[in-house]
């Protein structure tokens, strides 16, 4: 079982970045698929998160991220993604992917998401 993160690197404020989580070893289509944040010196927090069809597919957003970010599911391919645009330089950290159900749960290993001034 494995979540692979990539698509993050280093942007200008202003900027766009996709992310894109893989799995590996089960099918996605029956968790909620989540993405999380961790900042340096900061807990980790939660992102977006996208659940599945049995929960309709619906989304949920942090606060500062509404409107400028968006989370998708293919779970034809077992991956998730998730749309960053107008980025800011406090959306520096490592981004998780993360998959949920019931009491069970796996994370990627983060993908560095740094944000230029």
């Given at each position: 079982v494995q979540l692979v993160e990539?698509?993050?690197?280093?942007?200008?404020?202003?900027g766009s970045l996709r992310l894109s989580c893989a799995a590996s070893g089960?099918?996605?289509?029956?968790?909620?698929?989540?993405?999380?944040?961790?900042?340096p010196g900061?807990?980790?927090e939660l992102v977006a998160?996208?659940?599945?069809?049995?929960?309709?597919?619906?989304?949920?957003?942090a606060d500062s991220?509404?409107?400028?970010f968006t989370i998708s599911r293919e779970n034809a391919k077992d991956t998730v993604y998730?749309?960053?645009?107008?980025?800011k330089p406090e959306d520096t950290a490592v981004y998780y992917c993360k998959a949920g159900k019931g009491p069970f749960s796996y994370w990627g290993q983060g993908t560095q998401v740094t944000v230029s001034s």
């Open positions: 990539s698509g993050g690197g280093l942007v200008q404020a202003g089960f099918r996605i289509s029956t968790y909620t698929m989540s993405w999380y944040r961790q900042a900061k807990e980790r998160a996208i659940t599945s069809a049995g929960g309709s597919g619906s989304t949920n957003y991220m509404k409107g400028r998730l749309q960053m645009n107008s980025l």
